[in-house]
């Protein structure tokens, strides 16, 4: 059973892409005085990490590090993130732009999907957060949850956890 906004990807399409063409996402800052952005290609190397001590986000941001950060949305293909949809919405809100092919790949729709569809166990799982479904994937002993260089980088290891599971099949918004 498929969703309308869904993509099944397949180990064809991810090698015909470059590694920054894949990128994981993270935006923080609701909950401290400090706004953080993370960027991370598809093979976890940092690409973005900036904190800022101004909300809301892009302000204390330079009009280089905005062309930095839209540079690298313009050269995404795959955009992944965990409840990606107020990542999104941010970066909106904040004048940047996603490429219109873009397939902005949601982790925790996905994983709620995969709940779904029965193919994780529900009773396994601890909090269907990032913390609890990276640990039922066998990622532990994290340090960091909510820095987004840290939740980007868990986000494209359950991805790459959830690839191996799910044949491929990804909700996407």
């Known amino acids: ?3 309308d906004n869904s993509i099944t990807l397949t180990d064809h399409m991810l090698t015909q892409i470059t590694e920054n063409q894949m990128i994981s996402l993270d935006i923080e800052g609701a909950v401290r005085n400090v706004t953080q952005i993370s960027i991370i ?3 976890g190397a940092e690409l973005y990490n900036q904190m800022t001590p101004f909300l809301p986000f892009p302000k204390g941001h330079s009009e280089e590090q905005h062309k930095i950060i839209q540079g690298l949305l ?3 293909v795959y955009i992944i993130g965990f409840g990606i949809n107020s990542d999104l919405k941010i970066l909106s809100e904040a ?3 996603i490429r219109p092919d873009a397939k902005c790949i949601d982790v925790a729709g996905t994983f ?3 709940k779904r569809m029965r193919l994780v166990d529900k009773k396994q799982v601890a909090a269907c957060n990032l913390k609890g479904v990276a640990e039922y994937f066998g990622i532990k002993a994290i340090q960091g949850y909510h820095m987004s260089n840290v939740d980007a980088t868990v ?3 359950v991805f790459k956890k959830m690839y191996d599971l799910n044949k491929g099949y990804f909700c996407i918004v």
Request: negative net charge; without cysteine.
């Open 74 to 76: 313009d050269q995404a």
């Open 155 to 157: 986000t494209l290891e």
């Open 112 to 114: 709620d999907w995969m």
């Open 95 to 97: 004048g940047f732009f």
């Open 41 to 43: 290609n598809g093979n």
């Open 1 to 3: 059973m498929a969703v």
